[in-house]
């Protein structure tokens, strides 16, 4: 941050001075303390279940109790009950943003800097709390929660120090006898509309990215995991954001598809499943007579990320990171590994000690320590799921498969499964399963992994081992991918260090957690004024 940045943040009232962004340090289970610190939390948690979470508008709120979010890894336990926001609570969201926008927008970058770091202050204050929200509505087992939380604070703290570099101007060239200026301005009100995977972390980071930059928000969390948005809205409000510049609308499939018609919607953050993300695009691309602009759409969508393994990789850094990179949160990130290339002369080698992995994973439910592979996110998950696994058992070989608990049929459950010998039109080689199921083929070489890289609808992220500088840079050059990792897990891209999104059918505009973020919130205005005046008029 520039010297005058900062001290534009200091200067404002009660401010304290930002600083350089840091991200927030995930906890240590080694240590006793942090374990403790996250079971009483997870108890606490569980003894004032179920929440009541209301929808807000203006900071008014209606309940209602027709949505219901469960824990998935025992879906007797009720985690959260919301209402559902239909369409006159869409219209009236939209119409009080408006009037939020208007207000929100002409606050300083200094003001809404300050509102968004108050609130990640907030989050940092009820981290073990937020975690085991996460840990019982989502089931996110604990180190999984606590980064999710952690991230949630880096996209605020990130993106309210861009805000305040976004509202300089940008370097124009200057010739005599004439002045040339370009300001970002806010597009007006946001569509938010969130996924449950990463709870906390992602509806911060497309709220945070729109509010940064001066516009109005609404956001639509995922239908099961209205408890944790909650918990964001309610830290932003109490940072003393505008109630008009931020609602939350409970709801399910309907809700979203009402903000994404809804002509008062400048623009529209989302993240999920592809066919989901391609039904906005579509939407959102017709412009009714009453609509005075073209939405603005950023859309993370799937993947299908391979995972290189050439002939002269490390097996003892490949191995855990594979293992971590698709079993990890049971496989359900956009970002986790599905298919492993392995050069032919290493594959054996890879599949005796990947298998061995796999068949050592503890599978149970997330508020216990040490699990490996929690519960999927609800029923219809686990269906699909198991569905493709029964399909890769017919059509392949099953290698290995994880423990499921003493007891699986109380919870989404799947077992961890490592499957090879599939033939090259198997829907498990192209389909995003997003679960726990990783598949494994030899290659000849690396130039054929990356045709098979290259020959994939979704281009998110990716990874390599290899010992060879100019091999990781031949598939650097030639991966089509977002996020391309090199001997290392391919999850966990970090806010400020490696900006995360992907390309093709992964998803379209900036990345998240990166510099240029925020102009996707923004247009741009260009002012061109001659200074050489014949004189002055009073």
């Known amino acids: 941050m520039s010297d005058s940045a900062e001290g534009a943040i200091a200067s404002a009232p009660g401010a304290r001075a930002l600083g350089d962004f840091a991200n927030e340090r995930h906890a240590e289970l080694r240590r006793p303390a942090a374990r403790e610190q996250l079971l009483a939390a997870g108890k606490a948690m569980r003894a004032g279940l179920p929440l009541d979470v209301p929808l807000l508008i203006g900071g008014e709120e209606r309940r209602g109790e027709e949505l219901v979010s469960l824990d998935p890894g025992r879906p007797e336990r009720v985690v959260a009950r919301a209402p559902i926001a239909g369409e006159a609570d869409v219209e009236q969201a939209v119409r009080t943003a408006r009037e939020g926008a208007a207000q929100w927008s002409a606050r300083p970058a200094a003001e809404r800097a300050q509102v968004l770091a108050a609130a990640a202050q907030r989050l940092r204050e009820q981290r073990p709390r937020l975690a085991a929200l996460a840990v019982y509505e989502c089931a996110k087992p604990w180190l999984e929660a606590d980064a999710d939380v952690c991230e949630a604070i880096d996209f605020l703290e990130y993106y309210a120090r861009r805000a305040l570099e976004l509202e300089r101007d940008a370097a124009l060239t200057q010739p005599p006898g004439e002045r040339n200026s370009m300001r970002y301005m806010a597009r007006g009100v946001v569509a938010v509309i969130a996924p449950w995977n990463f709870p906390l972390a992602i509806p911060a980071g497309m709220t945070a990215g729109a509010l940064a930059a001066g516009n109005a928000a609404i956001l639509k969390p995922a239908e099961q995991s209205p408890a944790c948005a909650h918990a964001l809205v309610a830290a932003l409000h109490a940072a003393r954001l505008p109630p008009a510049a931020l609602a939350l609308l409970p709801g399910e499939a309907q809700t979203g598809a009402a903000l994404v018609r809804h002509a008062g919607v400048q623009g529209i953050a989302f993240t999920g499943s592809c066919e989901v993300g391609l039904e906005i695009v579509r939407a959102a691309a017709q412009t009714p007579a009453e609509q005075t602009h073209i939405k603005r759409v950023v859309a993370e969508m799937g993947g299908k990320n391979c995972v290189i393994v050439d002939s002269d990789a490390d097996l003892d850094e490949a191995v855990p990171a594979i293992v971590h990179s698709a079993f990890g949160y049971a496989g359900q990130k956009c970002s986790a590994a599905a298919r492993v290339l392995v050069h032919e002369a290493l594959a054996g080698q890879l599949l005796e000690r990947l298998a061995g992995a796999v068949q050592a994973l503890r599978v149970g439910e997330a508020d216990e320590l040490g699990i490996d592979v929690p519960a999927l996110i609800d029923a219809d998950a686990q269906r699909r799921v198991l569905a493709y696994i029964e399909r890769g058992a017919g059509e392949g070989t099953i290698h290995a498969q994880g423990g499921?608990?003493?007891?699986?049929?109380?919870?989404?459950?799947?077992?961890?499964?490592?499957?090879?010998?599939?033939?090259?039109?198997?829907?498990?080689?192209?389909?995003?399963?997003?679960?726990?199921?990783?598949?494994?083929?030899?290659?000849?070489?690396?130039?054929?992994?990356?045709?098979?890289?290259?020959?994939?609808?979704?281009?998110?992220?990716?990874?390599?081992?290899?010992?060879?500088?100019?091999?990781?840079?031949?598939?650097?050059?030639?991966?089509?991918?977002?996020?391309?990792?090199?001997?290392?897990?391919?999850?966990?891209?970090?806010?400020?260090?490696?900006?995360?999104?992907?390309?093709?059918?992964?998803?379209?505009?900036s990345k998240a957690g990166g510099p240029d973020y925020l102009l996707e919130f923004c247009e741009a205005r260009v002012v061109c004024e001659k200074t050489t005046r014949h004189g002055v008029v009073v």
């Open 404 to 509: 499921l608990p003493a007891q699986p049929d109380g919870g989404y459950f799947a077992a961890p499964t490592l499957i090879g010998e599939l033939p090259s039109e198997s829907p498990l080689l192209t389909e995003e399963i997003f679960g726990p199921v990783l598949t494994l083929e030899p290659v000849r070489d690396v130039a054929g992994a990356c045709v098979t890289v290259e020959g994939l609808r979704f281009g998110l992220t990716g990874g390599l081992f290899s010992r060879n500088p100019a091999t990781i840079d031949y598939v650097r050059a030639r991966t089509p991918v977002g996020n391309l990792y090199v001997n290392r897990e391919i999850t966990g891209a970090m806010v400020g260090r490696q900006p995360f999104g992907g390309n093709r059918l992964s998803g379209t505009g």
